[in-house]
């Protein structure tokens, strides 16, 4: 049989707006005639939107002709109808042909360290154990790839064709990566459907309004435009009244008018108004019953062939269809020659690989779907399923066809699904991996795989979405036919599930009740350990006391040779830090349980307790060894594409351990990007309410006090709300009554830091370096009730002194210096300064230098005042605390003293004199042995010792260990900002 050729390119009809607005568009992008190929380019977005057939198609194809024209890199894709439901399908139609000419050596350099994150999505073979990525890991991995494709390849047009049918994965994407590419020499230009948007869908409108612009809705064309097509195609006696029934009978719909002229061909109908009475009849055929019957009248092989490509979708290449229709090659050929004559294939393109069959418009491809009665239709996605995985395409690819099926207890099915699901984890798509093994679970499986099928399902929430795990959790351990290893597992994840969603008792009652299940001694451990865990992160335990002592003579059996006792060894290095007892004991443990060092991406043991090793070290004045670690578990949550918890904690206490140092305004930028990933997995959970503490403990040190209220009260953390019951760092509550305190809100200050303080001793918590109640307590009584103040800040100096730990004993002096009078006000600020001059902590040595400068101004030494005053604004500048800065220059000037030329910036590497001292201290010599060494007074050492501490993040008796530690990092290098890219 002859092939009929398809007709050459149509000219736009009534489309001159639209055509304009591409012309536009690509001007800006690549320039006029005369631009400097080199210049700058702007990118941007536009969309057109209109029902079936009125042109999105064609447009599309002509922006795709002209970009190419001027050179442009034209990736595109079309969504389709059957793959809604595959994750990152259209991703994959986007970049699979620009990766698939070459080799894993070449995407490995193309994608760089997110190859093992972005590769499964973009459709490459990975290995299966590289973990799962988490969703959002992925979209900035996608970020980065085509952002670096758009600056390699510019100009770049990217085209989406049926945006309404696009899965949810890509989708979502698209959306949150629209709004940069006006940063970029990239057009991306969208089609859809409006009335065809799912809720799902529905962002697609946000694209183009987010670029301060609408989707160009295309309208029907006018009874002058149908009748050129009609007079094109027919002739010129195509009169009046037959041009004016066109398009009365397709609306103007341009697809219709082109398939109603070509039926009029087909039929040799004059096109007179003799034989207006045809065309509705001609119309109709087009659609629905009359398309089916058209098709029918193909015969019963055409009918198979198209319903096989109707279900296979963008699969359907020849050979697989032919399989589901149950014909041969040849067959199937020239069935697909016929059908391209009739109008329901698109004519088969030449191509050197094996193209799929597609229908002439998706249109059609819907309602020969549609019209495939029910049962058969499940039979051949059944079939469809099966044929993929013959052809090597992965339980992924027949998954989609799976879902279809109805239940019937297969185990097949249940096998391929949980792969599908597997699959689908690999690639950051754990939507689609629930979708499937909820289907699974109704297949239903037998009852000894069930509870690893709920398990499964159970996973597949884990880092985004923790709520959502619990009740298949909880499900699967009441399973009968649950095994002993599986139980355990299970048991781990569900207490994980509950801690991330602040439920700690729950996650504590977990362990507790399986514990006794145990059937092996090291099974029984990690459960005691995972219990004891869970309830110290209880902030309203009642069991503190006797827990620590438990924990103690567990700790003193171990020397931390397994992982279970590293972890309870770490659970006793914090324990004893947050009780104070001194500094040396928690560092001991600390030390044992880090060991060669301690994975935050470990989905058995979780990230809990390398954080407490971390927070350890912090709180015993080695920040350099915290931020180390916080620094490595950010990298180590990258690397694997946790975009979830983890890294939202990560980045929080990197930026706690900043503001603990002093470098305040690199605190605020790491505050707030841990919010910003804490909040896309969800509000009111620990991470949540661990960045928001941090961040508003930030501004009120850098004395943005109204902005830290404003902020506290838009997350409620300045109000009555639902704080999860959950020890945090910093300890919300606690935060709160600072910022009371800040406000002058005293009596509101004092009733909550009594009640902070009242739980935080009962919890046997009684180290003010954990929970500083006391300090702020204690300053919220000195204008009403000054004994009382004197006697809280004494306490709290006492308890610091018993902890150990330079820093807090300097900030509890510096406290109970403002609550005192007289002579001892002086006394105790001085012996604060000499502290903190010992500590590696920034800002408390600026405050604590500047109230000591402004005591010293009040009773007549401008000198003394001066020095101090000076060095305090030198430690607030480079601190970042603009407030405390302006008070140190108005103390300066009410002095009679100018503030002279800044001195270089801790952040600087140590210089010659502060290396020499700083190798001398670390083997134990005395400051006046060094100051003999080095030609320096006593006085002079101990300054230049202050600035290498808080240079190198360690008080003196850390000094040995950072010396030897990577110089960028220990050092007071940057450390690089975890949040945009690799």
């Known amino acids: 049989m002859m092939r009929r050729q398809g007709p050459g390119r149509r000219t736009l009809l009534e489309r001159e707006s639209e055509l304009g607005a591409v012309e536009a568009a690509l001007t800006e992008l690549c320039g006029g005639p005369a631009a400097d190929p080199a210049g700058p380019r702007t990118g941007g977005v536009i969309a057109f939107a209109g029902p079936g057939g009125a042109g999105k198609t064609a447009l599309l194809a002509e922006a795709r002709r002209r970009a190419a024209a001027r050179g442009c890199t034209v990736i595109s894709a079309r969504a389709g109808e059957q793959e809604q439901g595959v994750a990152f399908h259209v991703v994959r139609q986007l970049f699979q042909p620009v990766l698939a000419a070459t080799g894993e050596d070449t995407h490995r350099r193309i994608l760089g360290g997110w190859y093992d994150i972005v590769a499964p999505a973009v459709g490459l073979v990975v290995s299966a154990d590289g973990g799962a990525p988490d969703p959002h890991g992925v979209r900035d991995g996608l970020d980065w790839l085509v952002t670096g494709f758009a600056v390699q390849r510019a100009p770049v047009v990217m085209i989406l064709d049926d945006a309404h049918w696009a899965d949810t ?202 019209a495939i009665p029910g049962a058969l239709r499940v039979a051949m996605h059944g079939s469809a399923a099966s044929t993929v995985l013959t052809a090597g395409r992965g339980s992924g690819a027949a998954g989609r066809h799976l879902l279809e099926l109805h239940p019937e207890a297969d185990s097949w099915v249940v096998r391929h699904l949980r792969a599908a699901a597997r699959e689908y984890l690999r690639a950051g798509a754990p939507d689609a991996a629930r979708r499937c093994l909820a289907r699974a679970l109704r297949e239903p499986p037998s009852l000894q795989e069930r509870p690893a099928v709920l398990y499964e399902l159970g996973c597949a929430a884990q880092l985004s979405e923790p709520a959502v795990t619990v009740n298949h959790l909880r499900a699967a351990l009441e399973e009968p036919a649950l095994g002993p290893e599986l139980r355990d597992a299970v048991t781990f994840r569900l207490a994980q599930a509950y801690g991330h969603s602040g439920r700690m008792e729950e996650a504590a009652q977990v362990v507790a009740a399986e514990a006794g299940r145990a059937t092996s001694a090291r099974t029984r451990l990690r459960m005691q350990t995972e219990q004891i865990m869970w309830n110290m992160f209880r902030s309203d335990s009642q069991d503190s006391p006797a827990r620590s002592r438990r924990l103690a003579r567990l700790a003193d059996r171990f020397s931390g040779r397994g992982t279970a006792e590293r972890y309870l060894l770490g659970l006793r290095a914090f324990d004893a830090m947050t009780r104070g007892e001194p500094v040396a004991t928690a560092l001991r443990y600390a030390d044992e349980a880090l060991g060669d060092g301690l994975s935050w991406t470990d989905e058995e043991w979780g990230f809990e307790v390398p954080i407490l090793v971390a927070l350890t070290f912090l709180h015993c004045d080695q920040p350099g060894r915290a931020e180390e670690l916080f620094a490595e578990g950010v990298a180590e949550c990258e690397r694997k594409g946790w975009r979830g918890a983890h890294l939202a904690f990560g980045l929080t206490l990197l930026g706690h351990v900043r503001y603990r140092r002093g470098a305040l305004a690199e605190a605020e930028e790491l505050a707030r990007e841990g919010l910003r990933v804490a909040d896309l997995v969800g509000p009111e959970t620990p991470a949540h309410w661990t960045a928001v503490g941090t961040l508003v403990e930030t501004l009120l040190a850098r004395g943005r006090v109204e902005e830290a209220h404003e902020f506290a009260a838009e997350h409620t953390c300045g109000g009555n709300t639902n704080i999860p019951q959950a020890l945090m760092c910093p300890d919300a509550p606690t935060v709160r009554g600072e910022l009371l305190l800040a406000r002058s809100m005293h009596r509101e200050a004092r009733q909550r830091l009594a009640e902070i303080g009242h739980r935080m001793d009962r919890r046997g918590m009684r180290n003010p370096a954990w929970c500083p109640w006391q300090l702020h307590l204690a300053q919220a009584l000195a204008l009403t009730e000054p004994r009382q103040a004197a006697e809280v800040a004494q306490d709290a100096v006492r308890r610091a002194h018993q902890f150990g730990a330079h820093s807090m004993i300097g900030r509890a002096l510096h406290t109970a210096g403002l609550v005192a009078q007289g002579p001892e006000r002086l006394r105790l600020l001085a012996d604060a300064v000499d502290h903190l001059e010992r500590s590696p902590s920034a800002y408390d040595l600026a405050l604590a230098l500047v109230d000591h400068g402004t005591a010293l101004r009040r009773i007549g030494l401008p000198q003394e005042a001066g020095e101090r005053l000076y060095r305090g604004l030198e430690g607030a500048v480079q601190c970042g605390a603009d407030a405390l800065a302006v008070r140190a220059r108005d103390e300066l000037s009410a002095t009679g003293l100018r503030p002279l030329q800044l001195r270089a910036d801790h952040g600087s590497p140590l210089t010659s004199q502060e290396q020499a001292a700083a190798e001398r201290a670390a083997l134990g010599w005395g400051d006046d042995r060094i100051g003999v060494e080095l030609g320096l007074e006593e006085r002079e050492v101990a300054q230049v010792l202050s600035g290498v501490y808080r240079k190198v993040g360690a008080d003196r008796t850390g000094l040995s260990k950072v010396l030897g530690a990577p110089a960028g990092l220990a050092f007071g290098g940057r450390v690089p900002r975890p949040v945009s890219g690799r």
């Open 169 to 370: 994965e890509s989708l979502d994407w698209l959306t949150r990566f629209a709004p940069r590419v006006v940063d970029l020499p990239m057009l991306l230009a969208v089609g859809y459907r409006p009335e065809e948007l799912s809720a799902d869908a529905s962002a697609v409108r946000g694209i183009t309004e987010r670029q301060g612009s609408r989707p160009r809705l295309l309208a029907p064309l006018t009874p002058g435009a149908v009748g050129r097509i009609v007079r094109e195609t027919l002739g010129p006696e195509a009169d009046d009244a037959f041009c004016r029934e066109c398009w009365a009978v397709t609306g103007g719909n341009p697809f219709e008018v082109v398939e109603l002229t070509a039926k009029v061909r087909e039929r040799d109908l004059k096109p007179q108004s003799v034989n207006l009475a045809h065309l509705r009849e001609l119309v109709s055929s087009a659609k629905d019953s009359g398309l089916n019957d058209r098709l029918t009248r193909l015969g019963t092989s055409a009918v198979r062939l198209a319903w096989a490509v109707a279900v296979l979708g963008s699969e359907a290449t020849p050979a697989l269809a032919a399989d589901v229709a149950g014909l041969s090659s040849t067959e199937t050929a020239d069935l697909a020659l016929r059908l391209a004559d009739a109008r329901i294939f698109a004519q088969p393109r030449p191509a050197p690989e094996e193209r799929p069959l597609e229908f002439l418009h998706p249109l059609i491809a819907t309602a020969v779907y549609r």
